[in-house]
C-alpha cells in the first residue's frame, strides 16, 4: 500500500458509510434503540481474504483482539435452540465450557447438547444476514448472546455490520450493559503454528 492509498483509506474511516442495505438499517436502529454509541467502517472487498494485522490497519489500526465474529450454533440433539456466540477471531470456543453455560442457562445440568454451527440457510433465515454479515444487534428473530469473556479485556470491539463489507464497532462496556448478553470463560487463545 502507498502512501496516497494509506491516506485516502484514513480519509474514508472518517466517513460514516451511506445506509443502503436494509440490514444495515436494522443495525443501525438496533444500535439507536439501545443508546449504544456505534461506527459503521466500511471495509475493501478483500477484507476476508487478508491476514487480521491487514484487517487491523484496514479499520484504523487498533490491535486484532478487537476482531470478533458472531457464530450462530444450534442445539440438534433436544430442542432445536438457537445460541450467538461472539468470539474473537484469536479465540477458539471451548465447547466443554461453552455446553456448561448453556446448560446453567437453562436450569438443567444434565441437559443433553449437540451444538452444531447452524446451517447457513437457517441461519440467514433466524438471523436476517448472509455469510460474514452476523451482527448480534438487528436480528430478526431473539437469540440468546453468549460472548467471550476474553473480550472484556478490549475498550471496544468489531463486528459484522450487516453487509460482508460493512463492520460495526462499540464499545464492550456499553455493549454488555445493554445487549442482554451472557459473558462467560468459553474461549481459549488460538495456538499460533
Do not use: W
Request: one cysteine or more; charged letters at 25%; a neutral charge.
Amino acid at each position: 500500500m502507498n502512501e496516497l492509498d494509506d491516506i485516502e483509506r484514513r480519509i474514508s474511516l472518517l466517513e460514516s458509510p451511506p445506509i443502503c442495505s436494509d440490514e444495515h438499517k436494522r443495525v443501525k436502529q438496533a444500535c439507536e434503540n439501545l443508546s449504544l454509541a456505534h461506527k459503521f467502517i466500511r471495509v475493501p472487498s478483500n477484507y476476508y481474504e487478508a491476514t487480521l494485522n491487514e484487517r487491523v490497519r484496514m479499520l484504523g489500526g487498533l490491535k486484532k483482539e478487537s476482531l470478533c465474529k458472531c457464530i450462530l450454533l444450534k442445539n440438534c440433539d433436544c430442542d432445536s435452540q438457537y445460541y450467538m456466540v461472539i468470539v474473537q477471531y484469536v479465540h477458539q470456543i471451548e465447547m466443554d465450557c461453552l455446553v456448561g453455560v448453556i446448560r446453567r442457562m437453562l436450569g438443567e445440568p444434565k441437559q443433553k447438547l449437540g451444538l452444531q454451527l447452524a446451517p447457513p440457510a437457517e441461519a440467514a433465515e433466524l438471523t436476517g444476514f448472509g455469510f460474514n454479515s452476523v451482527s448480534p444487534l438487528g436480528l430478526l428473530n431473539h437469540v440468546p448472546i453468549i460472548m467471550a469473556k476474553s473480550i472484556l479485556q478490549n475498550k471496544c470491539m468489531y463486528l459484522g455490520g450487516g453487509e460482508v463489507d460493512l463492520k460495526l464497532k462499540v464499545n464492550v462496556e456499553q455493549f454488555v450493559k445493554v445487549a442482554s448478553c451472557v459473558v462467560a470463560d468459553i474461549s481459549e487463545s488460538r495456538q499460533e503454528t
